[in-house]
């Protein structure tokens, strides 16, 4: 009798614990936490103990089975802990908020309608402070409209954009601008003769040398250089580039191949075909910005080329029911790029001299500016071409004083007359002599 009883006991006991492990296990998978989770994990993802000023913590999931922490009146359902407090903008490193009125230069330059002006002032100062200082500690916020600039940061990185906009907006440096002389060699060799007049200064870009010269070197170089039978001038100084003023060239074909085949017996020839474009060309961006000293000038350069060399033709089988033998080409691009990415300060008493080495120039012709200084690019260089490149980059004052063009090699190497460019630069020296 006894023994009957503590197996009916052993039974209605083990029937229990089972009934009650089954309703945990349904309320714990109810919630939105997987059967396996972990103790620790399961913990993390209880609902909040107390609820955001605008937003409310939800203890249930919801149908798609996401545990929801936030109910946002705006953004919606939400498993992220979100709040609205704008009193909790972080300042633990006594960030402070100022507003820079940029009228000046956005509204007193003449921009077209169209431009962002505004967008040339964030860019240098991300160029100059770090894209870092602006997404992690200490927090900080950066933004512009036409009007203004508004930046939330620490004393310290207000000092640097209030002097960027100050350089910007300055009037005494408006009338100021920058002329570019691009040439091309097809050896680099030039530098034999032209070392006495060079000073090195130091360029991060690989491959890619930068000197300062005296105005009478750099005359006596650019004669020098224009004696050569290879010498090209690839974009004369005829244009300004005026202070603070973003100048930017695109001149890219697309160019379209096929890439790849993949056999299928749904299409009309049994395979279907994988055609790609690459954008060959070039873009280029030139932004030059006097220092509130008077002294010096830095400018940002941008270049980026891509050159497709050649396509190499690569055969792949693409057998059908109807022809088991058939065999369709491809092709894969052998492609030769170039970038450059530099700010460079220099006195502007000096020329500033680049070496970009011996690149790729692709010829182009679809230019979203057709009259630039860099228009060159397109008409005077060949097809899948190299050539070592050289940028002469001057700062000038004022616009009466025309500007002579180098005499340029005719085909038996005799030098051609000289012509006079557009006007630029009143305190131009660099220019005189080379008549």
């Known amino acids: 009798m006894c023994f009957r009883f503590f197996v009916g006991l052993f039974f209605v006991s083990g029937l229990t614990w089972m009934l009650l492990s089954r309703a945990e296990a349904q309320q714990t998978q109810s919630n939105g936490v ?15 103990a107390t609820a955001p000023e605008t937003s409310t913590a939800v203890a249930s999931a919801n149908p798609s089975g996401r545990r929801i922490r936030s109910r946002d009146s705006v953004l919606g359902d939400r498993i992220a802990k979100i709040t609205t407090d704008m009193e909790k903008i972080p300042k633990s490193h006594d960030q402070i908020w100022r507003e820079y009125d940029i009228t000046p230069y956005t509204k007193g330059r003449n921009f077209p309608a169209t431009t962002q002006p505004e967008q040339t002032i964030v860019d240098w100062i991300l160029r100059q402070t770090g894209t870092k200082t602006w997404h992690s500690l200490p927090f900080g916020i950066l933004t512009a409209d036409s009007d203004k600039l508004y930046v939330y940061h620490t004393k310290e990185v207000q000092l640097i954009v209030a002097d960027i906009v100050d350089r910007f907006v300055n009037p005494q440096f408006f009338n100021e601008s920058c002329t570019i ?6 050896r680099p060799d030039w530098i034999a003769k032209g070392h006495p007049y060079l000073r090195p200064m130091w360029i991060a870009s690989p491959g890619v040398q930068g000197w300062i010269l005296e105005r009478e070197g750099a005359q006596a170089l650019l004669q020098e250089l224009a004696r050569r039978t290879d010498f090209k001038e690839i ?3 005829q244009f300004l580039i005026p202070n603070g003023i973003a100048h930017n060239v695109v001149s890219k074909k697309q160019r379209t191949y096929l890439r790849d085949v993949q056999i299928n017996a749904a299409t009309l020839n049994g395979y279907a075909e994988d055609r790609v474009t690459i954008e060959e060309g ?3 961006s030139f932004v030059p910005l006097s220092f509130l000293d008077g002294l010096d000038i830095a400018a940002t350069i941008k270049l980026d080329i891509v050159q497709i060399e050649k396509m190499i033709p690569l055969m792949i089988d693409a057998p059908t029911t109807t022809n088991p033998r058939q065999r369709i080409q491809i092709e894969s691009p052998q492609v030769a790029c170039f970038k450059l990415d530099e700010m460079i300060r220099w006195p502007k008493n000096k020329i500033l001299l680049l070496d970009l080495g011996t690149i790729p120039l692709p010829n182009s012709s679809e230019q979203t500016e057709p009259q630039n200084i860099f228009s060159g690019l397109a008409k005077n260089i060949a097809p899948s071409s190299r050539a070592n490149v050289l940028l002469f980059i001057e700062c000038v004052a004022g616009n009466s004083v025309a500007v002579p063009i180098l005499p340029v090699p005719s085909q038996n190497g005799t030098m051609l007359p000289t012509r006079s460019g557009s006007a630029i630069g009143a305190n131009s020296s660099f220019w005189q002599g080379i008549r």
Request: proline share 15%.
């Open 181 to 186: 002389r691009m040439i091309s060699l097809s």
């Open 235 to 237: 974009a004369p100084p």
């Open 34 to 48: 997987a059967a396996f989770t972990s103790p620790e994990v399961a913990s993390s993802l209880q609902p909040l």
């Open 282 to 284: 070039f873009g280029v």
